[in-house]
């Protein structure tokens, strides 16, 4: 486990500690409501305007359709590279933020001078698991069918992307399907059952947390995968009960004061258990989803770090 080193700076930015109020009292007193899926996803939709649509310097098309979602190529405009950014949005799996997603996925690729595919799988309740994950699935196979290298390949998420990542991954691994370079986990939603039943850092982070609330975990799984124990412990959908063996390298980034902090521990732990090459970065203080707000000093730090990760495993 490692804490990123800021130089000689020790103290969280002015502007993330305002970030943090913000959401603290307007966004996540939205989740402890218990509002429906639908007003959610509008009151994102209006926050999301404060975000650019499309970030310049890219190139977005929609070649090569997936058969059951919306997907898009970001690329580089006059950049030719073939490393491949292969990432899952969060939105706790009921909502979408393309725009917070495009600025995370662009400042990535950015950096680490990479291409990527944005794969908006489709949500519950609409479509429950296992529609998102197999859309996830289904995005992996295809690149491999373009020709596309598994080595040249990382898979990244953020949040309930960050979960799919993981049950992706072991997916690959138990269907024999060679597996990409790495991967980059954000706050992943890793365990439901931790999550609804308020153990860990679900528990002793609950009012500490300046954008989830754990009330609302309940209301999500629900909506995800139903109310069965055992569907909520699948270890595609909760990856921090599954095995770790045979992954490739991974990549984890969580806020000291999220519920979700000990789910990213966790995974960490057990996949150097099983011999995978895992680090996770704790952040102090930062709010869930940091990486997005490219108006913060940390979301560059942490976009950095990404891409030193991103390079490292694809040079």
Not at 116 to 137: I, K, N, S, T, W
Not at 305 to 310: H, N
Request: proline share 7%; with cysteine; net charge negative.
């Amino acid at each position: 486990m490692t804490v990123p080193k800021y130089g000689n700076i020790t103290m969280v930015s002015w502007q993330a500690s305002a970030s943090n109020l913000f959401h603290r009292f307007m966004v996540k007193p939205l989740t402890e409501r218990g509002i429906s899926a639908v007003q959610m996803r509008e009151g994102v939709s209006k926050m999301e305007s404060l975000y650019t649509e499309y970030p310049t310097g890219f190139t977005y098309t929609h070649a090569h359709p997936l058969p059951h979602c919306e997907a898009e190529w970001i690329g580089q405009t006059d950049v030719q590279t073939d490393r491949m950014l292969l990432h899952f949005p969060g939105g706790a799996y009921f909502m979408r933020m393309p725009r917070m997603e495009r600025a995370l996925v662009t400042g990535i690729c950015r950096a680490a001078n990479a291409q990527a595919r944005l794969v908006q799988y489709r949500l519950a309740p609409e479509h429950p698991f296992p529609a998102g994950h197999d859309d996830c699935m289904g995005a992996y196979r295809q690149l491999l069918e373009l020709g596309i290298a598994p080595d040249r390949i990382v898979l990244s998420g953020i949040s309930a992307g960050g979960g799919l990542v993981l049950g992706v991954l072991m997916a690959l691994r138990d269907a024999g399907l060679p597996m990409p370079a790495g991967a980059v986990a954000l706050s992943p939603v890793a365990d439901l059952v931790a999550l609804t039943n308020r153990t860990g850092s679900s528990g002793f982070n609950a009012s500490r947390d300046a954008v989830i609330s754990v009330d609302s975990s309940e209301n999500m799984c629900e909506m995800y995968v139903g109310s069965s124990p055992d569907a909520r412990a699948h270890p595609y959908v909760s990856p921090a009960l599954g095995d770790f063996t045979g992954l490739p390298p991974l990549y984890f980034q969580v806020g000291s004061t999220e519920i979700l902090l000990d789910q990213s521990t966790r995974c960490a732990e057990k996949a150097r258990a099983a011999g995978v090459n895992a680090d996770v970065e704790i952040w102090p203080d930062m709010g869930h989803g940091w990486q997005c707000m490219q108006y913060l000093p940390e979301s560059k730090r942490a976009i950095a770090r990404i891409s030193d990760f991103v390079r490292e495993c694809c040079p």
